[in-house]
């Protein structure tokens, strides 16, 4: 079957969008398409002005044998304000209260499309640095993990409370939850992870940072590295030093009044160079 540019178009958009970051050869395109190098070449050039114009992301060409395209999740300010703003406004309403000034964010977490939206943003602010996997803490940090790894096309290493049998063997550390001054346990099987990766932590609150601290320490049992930490709302109340010094979150919660029933929201460090 032979096929029109218009078809080869859409078509190689679609494919390169499904799969980010990964370095995939000419000759796929050629052979799929019953088309020449030269042809393909052609296409892309079209796809890579389009993404650009966009900011959608860039495609990067890997000259040589072993060489091809790839292509490069990225998002433009405009559409990352516009993202974060959004979800500030749904974030902002006041029946979202819930005692100790903690606010009800499941429906957000489980909302496919805002979850894409704020993965690709993490995902773009990440895009030049080695991410191997993305780590977070069950279970409400889970939706944005893997929002973010699928940008990355990486893999999610999910810490829990306590074991499974379905896990086989496992480490254990314990930290000091920050918020509450609590000594916790964290858990991971020891198949997660490979030695010398580096890993992106995230979660979905970060009051003082004693759960990222705890992930930090538990990368140290695995011979790994924070690559950086991806917070979609921190507290700026905050009477206690915080443990995590560099980090970027896309909202900050500036101020809760339970009595007036106000959330004062702005918006985070996501735009600042190196976070915080």
Not at 251 to 274: A, D, S
């Amino acid at each position: 079957m032979k096929w029109k540019r218009s078809e080869r178009l859409v078509d190689m958009t679609q494919y390169l969008l499904s799969h980010p970051h990964t370095l995939i050869p000419l000759t796929h395109f050629s052979s799929a398409y019953d088309a020449a190098k030269s042809s393909i070449s052609e296409d892309l050039a079209i796809v890579k002005a389009t993404f650009e114009e966009r900011g959608n992301g860039r495609l990067v060409t890997v000259p040589g044998a072993a060489g091809g395209v790839k292509y490069i999740p990225d998002a433009s300010r405009g559409e990352a304000e516009e993202i974060i703003r959004d979800f500030m406004e749904s974030l902002s309403d006041p029946d979202r209260l819930l005692p100790g000034g903690y606010l009800f964010m499941t429906d957000l977490l489980g909302n496919p499309g805002l979850m894409d939206r704020i993965g690709r943003l993490f995902a773009a602010r990440y895009k030049d640095s080695r991410i191997d996997a993305i780590m977070t803490v069950a279970t409400k940090g889970i939706p944005i993990a893997h929002a973010i790894a699928r940008h990355l096309n990486v893999p999610v290493v999910v810490v829990r409370r306590d074991s499974k049998v379905t896990e086989g063997s496992t480490v254990s550390i314990n930290y000091v939850s920050g918020s509450s001054r609590r000594i916790q346990t964290m858990v991971l099987s020891k198949r997660s992870m490979k030695s010398g990766q580096r890993v992106l932590l995230t979660d979905d609150f970060m009051k003082v940072g004693g759960t990222m601290n705890g992930m930090k320490n538990l990368l140290n049992e695995f011979d790994c590295e924070p690559a950086g930490v991806a917070v979609l709302v921190e507290s700026e109340d905050v009477q206690e030093e915080r443990l995590v010094e560099d980090y970027v979150s896309l909202v900050r919660l500036r101020q809760v009044n339970e009595k007036e029933r106000t959330i004062e929201l702005v918006e985070g460090n996501y735009f600042r160079e190196g976070g915080n």
